[in-house]
């Protein structure tokens, strides 16, 4: 008798769960789990720093261009000033002429 009732508490004991249990609502969530993970915040580093070596590589190539945007203004304004200097020599020189002509005309 001691033998069943031991087997009976036995069983029941590790049975009882399943026989007597209700069904349970289990949520999960995946965001935290997946955030607390060591390989998604080694992924995440690693993003991190291929981002910033990205950035600086634009920086720089940035910078390189505003130089060269620069330099090329700096060379279109000489070249204004000489081809203005051109311009407002060969005016005068017509205007001479002119009144050169015009001198001739009044004689």
Do not use: D
Not at 5 to 24: A, D, I, T
Not at 49 to 59: R, S
């Amino acid at each position: 008798m001691k033998k069943y009732f031991k087997l009976f508490f036995f069983s029941f004991l590790f049975f009882s769960n399943y026989v007597f249990s209700y069904p349970k609502i289990v949520i999960i969530n995946f965001n935290n789990i997946i955030k607390n993970s060591i390989k998604y915040k080694r992924f995440v580093k690693y993003l991190n720093i291929k981002i910033n070596k990205k950035y600086f590589k634009l920086n720089i190539k940035i910078n390189n261009l505003l130089n060269q945007e620069k330099k090329i203004n700096k060379k279109k304004n000489l070249l204004n000033k000489k081809k203005l200097f051109f311009l407002n020599n060969k005016i005068n020189f017509k205007k001479k002429i002119i009144f050169n002509k015009f001198k001739k005309l009044q004689l």
